[in-house]
C-alpha cells in the first residue's frame, strides 16, 4: 500500500481539535474526505488502503479523526462515542467548513467516503452543507442512522456492501428509498461486513474511484 506522502494537521471544530493526515496531488482539484467507522481511527488499515487507491487514481485525499485522543480512551472502554451520530456528523461538518478556510484547500472540490458510521455522519454533513459536497461513498455503512436527513442528500450517493453482510444490506435498501439524489447500490461479491477477503477492498476502491470520477 503505497500512497502520497500526507502532511498532519490539526483542525479546529466547534468544541474540539481533531488530527489529520492530507495528501495532495499535484494537479488534483478534487479531495476525498475519510469519515471512519466505529471505533476506528485515521490509522485505519482498511481506510488508508483505499486512500492510497483513490490518491493512484488522481485524488488528494484526507483522513482524520472524529473523537479527540480523550474521547478515544473513553469510547474503547465504553463504546459511547462510536454511535453518537448527530456529534461524528456535526464534527465532519466542522472540518469541512475549517477546508473551506484553509488556503490549501479552500478551492478543492469535496467528495465523501464513510464507513460503518462514519457514513452516517457523511450524510449529515452532505445534508447540512450541500453545496460543499459532490459525491458520496459509503463501505459497509449505517446510512440507516442518518434517515432524518436522507432527503436532503443531494450529492449522488453509491451504497457498497458486502455479500455477506445481510442485515447491513437491509438498512442499505431502506435507506436507498428515502435518498431522493442519484444512489446505487453495489454488492461486493463473497464480501462480509469488513471487506477482508482477499481482493474485497480492491473492488470497493475501483468502484468508488470510478464514482467520484463520474461526479466530480
Given amino acids: 500500500m503505497i500512497g502520497n506522502p500526507s502532511t498532519p494537521l490539526l483542525m479546529e471544530t466547534t468544541d474540539a481539535e481533531l488530527a489529520g493526515d492530507l495528501a495532495l496531488r499535484a494537479g488534483s482539484d478534487a479531495l476525498i474526505v475519510f469519515a471512519h467507522g466505529s471505533g476506528s ?22 483522513l482524520f479523526d ?32 475549517w477546508l473551506a478556510r484553509a488556503g490549501e484547500t479552500e478551492t478543492l472540490e469535496i467528495g465523501l467516503f464513510g464507513a460503518s458510521t462514519g457514513a452516517a455522519a457523511a450524510l449529515l454533513a452532505a445534508a447540512e452543507r ?25 450529492a449522488p450517493t453509491l451504497l457498497i456492501v458486502g455479500e455477506r453482510d445481510e ?43 470510478g464514482w467520484f470520477q463520474r461526479h466530480m
Avoid: K
Fill in 167 to 209: 442485515e447491513v444490506i437491509r438498512l442499505n435498501e431502506v435507506a436507498r428509498s428515502h435518498i431522493r439524489a442519484a444512489c446505487e447500490l453495489e454488492i461486493v461479491p463473497g464480501a462480509s461486513h469488513l471487506f477482508e477477503e482477499p481482493g474485497a477492498l480492491d473492488h470497493v476502491a475501483v468502484v468508488a474511484a
Fill in 66 to 97: 472524529l473523537l479527540t485522543e480523550e474521547e478515544a480512551r473513553i469510547d474503547e472502554q465504553t463504546a459511547e462515542y462510536r454511535f453518537d451520530v448527530p456529534l461524528i456528523g456535526r464534527r465532519l461538518t466542522d472540518v469541512l467548513d
Fill in 130 to 154: 450541500p453545496r460543499r459536497i459532490s459525491a458520496i461513498v459509503s463501505r459497509g455503512g449505517r446510512p440507516d442512522l442518518a434517515m432524518g436527513v436522507l432527503g436532503r442528500v443531494e
Fill in 41 to 62: 481511527s485515521r490509522n485505519s488499515d482498511r481506510n488508508r488502503q483505499v486512500a492510497a487507491d483513490l490518491q493512484g487514481a488522481g485524488f488528494c485525499t484526507l
